[in-house]
């Protein structure tokens, strides 16, 4: 693919209104495999799903993967190669809650998405305008488990806080989302 030479500094999207989120439950996505290149749009809107950016901050949603390795050093070679044998996926989630509010309220959607051991897909869409009434084109998805779900301690002038940690088993960057 040839790129083209560029001559001048390029503006990228602001990040703030364009990274919507949603919390899928697995019952609405099932059979998501390593090679699941595409999902229905129906997904993002399931009964079971919560679009997640109004009730968090810039930053509270994050993803790292950690690769495993091992050193290999054939007898033909004559340097160790670091070899990739899996990797570990870790995620944080902090949303707003309110523990006066009935679990069911709206200000609870996200707290109420993630029980702790349940399996759910977190679903990103970088670029795309969080307010817009038509589904991404592309997204990102993470399966995982929700291993923890505890409140924060609460700082003056903040938002009464919840975080959610997600052990990860599946990463598949720029999924197709389909009508």
Request: net charge negative; proline share 6%.
């Amino acid at each position: 693919m040839s790129v083209p030479a560029i001559k001048t500094g390029l503006d990228g999207v602001i990040a703030s209104g364009n990274v919507p989120t949603w919390i899928i439950q697995e019952a609405d996505l099932p059979n998501i495999t390593e090679t699941t290149a595409a999902i229905p749009a129906t997904a993002l809107s399931a009964t079971g799903t919560v679009k997640a950016d109004c009730y968090h901050d810039m930053g509270d949603v994050s993803f790292t993967r950690t690769p495993t390795t091992r050193d290999r050093k054939r007898a033909c070679e004559k340097v160790t190669v670091t070899v990739k044998t899996g990797e570990t996926i870790e995620g944080t989630l902090t949303a707003i809650y309110d523990q006066q509010a009935d679990a069911d309220a709206q200000i609870n959607a996200v707290y109420a998405a993630l029980p702790e051991q349940s399996t759910v897909y977190v679903a990103m869409a970088f670029g795309h305008d969080s307010m817009s009434a038509t589904p991404p084109k592309r997204l990102d998805l993470y399966r995982g488990k929700v291993t923890t779900r505890a409140k924060n301690d609460p700082v003056e002038g903040e938002d009464l806080e919840f975080t959610a940690t997600l052990s990860a088993d599946l990463y598949r960057p720029d999924v197709t989302v389909t009508a």
